[in-house]
């Protein structure tokens, strides 16, 4: 058996390479003449010192195996394995050694050999194990190549996304923590005329080059159709009919297909355009923290279907203020993962100072590449709400009988979102969570799962202070909880005990509807004056 010749950069094949090393001449003459017979280039070093210079002179990259006998004068071919390993860490390295020697096989194979041969060395042996070591060693470089190749297209694509940040839009706030070295996430802002802006935040399926070029691509394209003064819906199309005409027609067994959000700003005409191709929904946030659903997304991506034209654009009016928030849909999985609302964890991206790309330990075992945007409708406003969302959401009012799996929920979301809060004071919000929305799903949703109550937790900006947000669909209940209360203390009345936790733990209650629409408020509890 012969070896396959590698391509010699200067032109034409090469032979593989491989450096003997022993301090017996004869075994050195048998290994050089019998490989040489078999199409291999040989150099050959009688002892450990004479090997590290003949590797050392010759550079990384040389030779394309190592065999090494073990026991030599002076230094030992374990020694000259651990050199090689730091060396050059893709050289495989065949160890000779006395049979049964164990121990120096195992302590072979951690310093870095490939493979071992035992005294007296069979030439057909010998000849099978250097062919294997020289082919790891040449899937060893290629793999390390193909790494670097991905983390140059990797810089590259983070030098995209470092335009976001220089895009001019103050207060744009974008969180971007992928998984592998090159993925299909990106964000990208394009100034537009009259101080208006596209901004396109995007999930390409996969998480390989393969999807780092698309995304590539796809930045190119948009640059391109925009300056041709292109609307942002027509950028999408083209897009869409490229990836179905064209990327997807090579015969892949999976087609790439991207979500989108994109946000065209048009200042003269006080609005922004939300479109979403199968992206998560894209919500607004009032200065209060109240979260809406702008657009709910949840459509095709482009790439599955010809026809973009039942897909229509959202309106916001950028008067009104606030901000857009937006994230992937690794944010969702992750967040589900944990047993929280996706809010809490994306106040906790928020809150991470560890600079764009660098993973919070929260992240640690995201499943997906994760981008969360954070976009102020308002040129100049503040930079974030006085009120910020910790839990939003709704339910159905099928879901009564899964209010102790909620409150698990409601509890993480809290601890994370809120992780210096009290536990006493956690306690009395779950507490009157449980009970508000209960009452929410029991009597205004009557238990009907058509019907939905909606529930959302807010925490002020720099404060523990928790603001609960609990509506439903029905007309309410005229109660007296005041005059129930001191009936009950009298007569021992233990009915609609949980109504008094809603009006005895918040600092402040607001109904309306008929306790339809309730908002409660939670300070945070004053310390003891000092004597």
């Excluded at 990327?247 to 006080?270: C, F, K, Y």
């Excluded at 809120?418 to 306690?427: C, E, G, H, Q, T």
């Excluded at 309410?476 to 129930?484: E, L, Q, T």
């Amino acid at each position: 058996m012969t070896i396959s010749p590698r391509e010699n950069p200067a032109g034409g094949p090469r032979r593989r390479r491989v450096l003997g090393v022993d301090d017996d001449p004869v075994m050195r003459h048998l290994i050089e003449g019998y490989l040489r017979a078999n199409g291999y280039e040989m150099a050959l070093a009688a002892n450990v010192p004479e090997a590290r210079n003949l590797v050392s002179s010759r550079g990384p990259g040389h030779f394309d195996c190592v065999i090494t006998d073990f026991n030599m004068p002076g230094e030992t071919g374990l020694e000259l394995l651990t050199w090689l390993k730091e060396q050059d860490p893709e050289l495989a390295s065949i160890m000779i050694t006395a049979a049964g020697e164990r121990q120096i096989i195992a302590e072979s194979l951690r310093a870095g050999a490939s493979n071992f041969l035992d005294k007296p060395v069979r030439l057909a042996e010998l000849l099978r194990a250097v062919n294997e070591g020289s082919a790891l060693t040449e899937r060893r470089r290629e793999a390390t190549k193909s790494v670097a190749d991905v983390r140059d297209v990797s810089r590259a694509h983070h030098r995209m996304l470092g335009r976001v940040h220089r895009s001019g839009i103050a207060g744009l706030d974008l969180r971007h923590y992928p998984q592998h070295d090159a993925g299909g996430d990106f964000a990208v802002v394009f100034p537009l005329a009259d101080r208006g802006a596209l901004l396109i935040a995007a999930d390409v399926s996969g998480h390989d080059i393969r999807a780092a070029f698309v995304s590539a691509y796809f930045q190119g394209l948009a640059r391109g159709l925009l300056e041709s003064k292109s609307a942002a819906g027509r950028v999408l199309s083209r897009f869409n009919d490229y990836l179905v005409r064209e990327w997807n027609e090579d015969g892949t067994d999976v087609p790439t297909s991207l979500s989108v959000a994109a946000v065209e700003i048009d200042r003269s005409a006080d609005r922004a355009l939300v479109h979403n191709h199968g992206a998560p929904a894209v919500h607004h946030i009032s200065d209060d923290g109240e979260v809406t659903v702008v657009h709910d997304g949840g459509g095709s991506p482009l790439g599955w279907f010809d026809d973009l034209s039942g897909v229509e654009a959202s309106s916001v009016r950028l008067s009104g203020g606030g901000w857009l928030a937006f994230w992937t849909d690794g944010l969702e999985e992750h967040a589900a993962k944990l047993g929280v609302d996706p809010w809490a964890l994306a106040g906790v991206l928020q809150s991470h100072d560890g600079g764009d790309g660098e993973r919070p330990e929260v992240l640690a075992e995201a499943p997906d590449d994760i981008m969360l945007v954070w976009f102020p409708l308002a040129e100049d406003g503040p930079a974030i709400p006085t009120w910020k969302p910790v839990i939003a959401t709704t339910y159905h009012g099928g879901q009564v009988a899964d209010i102790d799996s909620l409150q698990s929920h409601w509890e993480w979301s809290l601890r994370m979102g809120v992780p210096d809060l009290a536990d006493d004071r956690m306690y009395e919000i779950i507490l009157c969570l449980r009970e508000a929305v209960l009452n929410a799903l029991a009597h205004g949703c009557r238990k009907d799962p058509a019907l939905r109550a909606r529930i959302q937790v807010r925490r002020r900006t720099g404060s523990t202070a928790i603001r609960v947000v609990i509506q439903d669909p029905g007309e309410g209940h005229d109660f007296d909880w005041k005059g129930h209360n001191m009936a009950a203390a009298e007569n021992l009345d233990d009915r609609h005990r949980g109504l008094a936790f809603l009006h005895n733990f918040p600092t402040s209650i607001q109904v309306e509807r008929n306790g339809a629409w309730m908002t409660m408020d939670f300070e945070p509890e004053a310390l003891p004056a000092s004597p």
